[in-house]
């Protein structure tokens, strides 16, 4: 088994989806991709989850990103079970990305995507099915986050988007993003982002003017640039 860390080339494969035969690296083809696995085709929690990611992808969409799902089952059970998630939200889009054919879990056993915990979380032969993985992959096909969830516990997509928004801000400023940042707490929204360790001395002022709120030599808030720029 891989030990995927973040910072490594995302492993590639090729296989059989919902949509036909990939290689994983040319799926990715300079986009960012979030990875994500379900245990098993026409189970409660899994099929809540990508209804509710169906009906969310123009959001993915429109920052420029793409999904794909996995899920331990063959490729014509994923045609039958995505009856079952678009009718499940009868007025909204129909599932538009493809779901990875795994039923034999190479692919999962590739990305460490395995349940050691559950031991009910098996399947007719024993094997163990996956856990509810994460991985967001970047264009230069570089691993930038990965969650993992219990079968038992669906995921929250919005906090997927949000993460996307963070890692992408980054990558273009020099700026990091705080706790709880971009989520409404108590009415309040956090938008202000952080100054990055490395910008110190004049690069600072070139970067960021005089927007610069310093709390101590190493937290330093500025606003969110893309606000600025739009503004």
């Given at each position: 088994m891989v030990n995927v860390r973040l910072g490594d080339t995302a492993p590639n494969f090729q296989t059989e989806t919902s949509q036909g035969k990939i290689d994983f690296h040319e799926f990715i083809d300079g986009k960012w991709t979030i990875l994500f696995s379900h245990p098993d085709d026409y189970t409660p929690v899994c099929t809540t989850e990508l209804s509710a990611v169906s009906l969310s992808y123009a959001d993915f969409k429109s920052r420029g990103v793409q999904l794909i799902g996995l899920s331990a089952n063959n490729a014509e059970s994923h045609k039958g079970w995505i009856k079952?998630?678009?009718?499940?939200?009868?007025?909204?889009?129909?599932?538009?990305?493809?779901?990875?054919?795994?039923?034999?879990?190479?692919?999962?056993?590739?990305?460490?995507?395995?349940?050691?915990?559950?031991?009910?979380?098996?399947d007719k032969k024993g094997?163990?099915?996956?856990?509810?993985?994460?991985?967001?992959?970047?264009?230069?096909?570089?691993?930038?986050?990965?969650?993992?969830?219990?079968?038992?516990?669906?995921?929250?997509?919005?906090?997927?988007?949000r993460c996307i928004d963070s890692l992408q801000l980054g990558d273009k400023y020099k700026i990091t993003t705080p706790a709880n940042w971009g989520v409404p707490i108590n009415g309040k929204t956090e938008e202000r982002v952080i100054v990055?360790?490395?910008?110190?001395?004049?690069?600072?002022?070139?970067?960021?003017?005089?927007?610069?709120?310093?709390?101590?030599?190493?937290?330093?808030?500025?606003?969110?640039?893309?606000?600025?720029?739009?503004?």
């Open positions: 079952d998630i678009d009718a499940l939200s009868p007025n909204g889009p129909s599932l538009e990305f493809p779901i990875i054919a795994d039923e034999d879990r190479k692919v999962s056993e590739l990305y460490g995507m395995l349940d050691n915990l559950d031991k009910t979380n098996v094997i163990p099915f996956t856990v509810r993985t994460v991985f967001i992959i970047d264009p230069e096909k570089k691993i930038r986050l990965t969650l993992a969830y219990p079968a038992s516990t669906g995921r929250n997509f919005q906090e997927l988007a990055h360790p490395s910008v110190q001395g004049e690069k600072v002022k070139e970067l960021f003017g005089d927007d610069v709120d310093v709390v101590y030599p190493y937290l330093r808030f500025t606003s969110n640039p893309e606000k600025k720029q739009s503004a």
